[in-house]
């Protein structure tokens, strides 16, 4: 069976290949087909018999669902037709199995598909104005531009059709490698095909047997209950048991790839490699990358050229050229991970763990960190780089653990791990990963006769014997005169080490971890920061507050320090902006963790403390229905206790999959003992909940009325707020989007905020003309005023304080007031003891005009509005700070919740 949409791939979101493995969801079918906001297309099942044959354009949406009637495969031969002027462009699809054909053939790409291997079967009409050129300009042009492959990709790493072999292959390659790994990477089977490794019967037990150990304890070893797609695995296989299902899927997938390697056969919906992937891969995938570092893991091709690519490092420009090629290709791998994957301890200090440790990076996190181009220290950058050199066939790629010698005359032993690699039968030194410019690789024998210039430090490798460790090779610098660098004369020791090579976790995981304890008091980067790139002839350098930049002859304008860390994730985005300056690229996720790296790293040397922690709730403008829950921290001085900065987390992003509400997201929230769950059909447009001791109190905004329910989530009783509405007797749903969508702006009163925690309070406040409050709580702060004090804000900036006797208006915050603070629509408060945080969210669409309605205008620039958390110190003489939150997704902000100090952990 056939099934055909009458639309082309073009009408949808297709620019990337579709894959047959994903989810019709994700390749765009369904989309195609479901769209009520496009034209609806036609679908056609076409039932085909054996020898059949179907002919259709390939740019129709077209797929073929398994056998309907019978569970077993069925061959096909598949011919493609193309235009007579088509040409052979390989690059635009590398994985398709018609490019080593055409290599075969003879041809070349760009070749016309034309001659006696190309004959032309058709001719259609001459006068057709969609013959030639033109007409195929018009059709391929979406495909002029580069398509990532990866985009296509689920984003838990499952496995796609365009990387399945690949993926799988070098999977069970580190498999095997845990029966034999002493150290160095040397088995057979890493460079054997996946059909000669599962031609082996013994190798194919070897695999289900530690599968089986690894994965899986023995209560699970028979396959009693199975759903969905296991129980269908089960069926087709007739297998009772995991370790004869395991032995079944190691025998289809040697079929699949055999298949492919003889005849260029495929299954396309690679369901061998599927069923690989659902019952043992993807556990295998966590069990090594969760873990730790292991050098006998195998990098797969597509992180390989995924890597090569990041750092502009094309393999084919030097696989033509002589011996010493491989030499070049090693320098330039060495120069590009300097001038694209920055040295930097961010990741170091932002991963806690929930006890508040840190830990050394996992092989995972090693291998994103570098294929991301976030980089890290010598505990990710070297490991990966002895990896990579090893996929690529580097010759006796070792590891040499240094002792280093810094300026402070404190030696620390096996404090840092390099790398050796044999080239063209000599060893050279590399090392990427000890924050200085080693822009190319040294051969070890030079004895300081080859140098490593830089307009920031010169290098050099010599040899002495070193009292204590005997024979040694020694790391020495001379430093240049640049910008914010002192020239020295003399050449001064950086490090040494010996020769022979040591085991990772025997030569260097005890001191990994070292850097990482906060209580060893063991290299510098807990109680500093650090950040640096560089190419040849320039470079970045962040030393706490020094700052460098080695240019000859430009001196850029430095960053102000340290305002530029703390507002690394701000839209002045000075820190990234001066770091494009000076010709370097930089990964936007790594510098939103700047602030927080900057506070942590002050606080582990004493400076600052975490005081305080918010709890933000919020939602986006971004036609989607998520919410998400963040944490703002409030870093003091210790000195004086001034609030010195706020850094902004995301503990979660929750997609809701029951009734979503389009750019709802989650409104106010609270904190109390328990989590809870409600269900209440006559919710609609939630603003606030309020948890106590008397059990839940909710406005329901939507229905314009307060709801009282229980712990449990039962309804009390339905308070409404303006007369003859919210009878507690209906009974119809209005919790959904079109609900939403049809009572949004038709309530009167607008319930935005509550409370329960002062029943006796009886009191009206007078508030200056504005738009309507948003946020209504009691609050007492001793150190503003002794009494128990009403606290509103406005959705148009101010922060009014009254009596809660009287009434009367103690004090005004006007936001307007503080420039150089972010403005936007003002939404949630939170009062500390010497301020007030408040919520900003961008103003979008209608709310642009929204405050008309109100006889107010926003007082200032709403172009220029952002989403973001301000503190605003009662004394004026302290400073203002703020923090962006997820504004570059359009975030809105909904509540600020203290948070309790025995939630903090």
Known sequence: MIDLASLPHRHSQSSVPVDFMADEVQNGLAMVLNDDERQRP??????????????????NWHRS??????????????????????????????????????????????????????????HHDQDDPRDGEAYLSSVFARHDRDVPIAATKEADSDISMFDASDVTSTQIRNI?????????????????????????????????????????????????????DMEDLKNESSCDTIPDLLAWILKSLLISA???????????????????????????????????????????????????ALIRVRKSDFDSLPATGRLDFLTAIVGGCMEYVPFQNVTMLTRLQKDGSRRAPTLGQVINDMLTGTGGLCTCRNPFLFLLLNALDFQNVRFVSVTLCPPNGRVLKNAHVACLVCVNGHDYWVDIANGFPYMKPLRLDSDGAEEIHHPFVHTRLIQRTQP??????????????????????????????RSEPVSYEQGFAMMRQQHYDSKADFGPFLKNFRFNMWSGTSGVLIRNMDVFTAFPHVEIERPRLPQALWEASGTSRELANWIRRAGFEVNDDLISLVPEAWAQSQSNAGKIRLAEEITVTGGFFDKTADAFVGLISVWRCNEDDDVVGLTYRTIRVYTP?????INKGFAGGSWYNDELHIDNPQFNDLHHVHACRDGLWVANTGLDSVDHLSHDGQLIARCGVVPDVSPQDCLVDIRDQAAHTERRGRDQGHVNHNGADEPSVNMVTQLPKSSPPHEGFFGTVPSFNT???????????????SDSTSGEMIRAFDVSEYPELPRGWTRGLCVLPDGLLVGSSAIRGSAEQWIQRHDAEWNFDVEQSRTAVSFIPFDQSRQPRAVDV?????AKVFSLLLKPQEAKH
């Open 176 to 228: 095997l490698s845990l029966s034999t790994h002493k150290g160095a990477v040397s088995h057979d089977h890493l460079r054997q095909s996946l059909v000669d490794i599962l031609s082996s019967a013994s190798n194919r037990q070897w695999l289900v047997d530690v599968t089986m150990e690894v994965l899986f304890s023995d209560e699970s070893v028979e396959l009693l209950a199975l759903d969905g």
């Open 258 to 308: 055999a298949a492919y390697a003889c005849h260029r056969s495929r299954n396309v919906f690679n369901s061998a490699y599927s069923a690989w992937w659902m019952l043992a891969g993807k556990a295998w995938n966590a069990h090594f990358l969760d873990g730790k570092f292991e050098p006998a893991y195998r990098l797969c091709r597509a992180d390989v050229d995924r890597f090569l």
């Open 787 to 801: 009494g128990q004090l009403m606290w509103n804000s406005t959705v148009d900036g101010l922060v009014i304080a």
């Open 886 to 890: 997820l504004n570059e997704r359009r």
């Open 65 to 122: 669902s398994p056998n309907g009637q019978r569970q077993t495969s069925r061959d096909a031969y598949i011919q493609t037709w193309v235009h007579p002027k088509a040409r052979w462009r390989p690059d635009l699809v590398p994985w398709h199995p018609v490019n080593e054909h055409m290599i075969r053939a003879g041809h070349n790409p760009g070749d016309d598909l034309c001659g006696d291997r190309h004959p032309t079967i058709w």
């Open 42 to 59: 036609t679908r056609w099942l076409v039932p085909m018999n054996a020898g059949e044959t179907i002919i259709f354009t390939s740019h």
């Open 657 to 661: 999959d029951f009734k979503p509400v």
């Open 468 to 497: 204590g460790y005997g024979d040694v090779f020694v790391i020495q610098h001379k430093f240049q005169s640049c910008v914010g660098n002192a020239e020295s004369k003399e050449w001064v020791d950086n490090g040494f080490f």
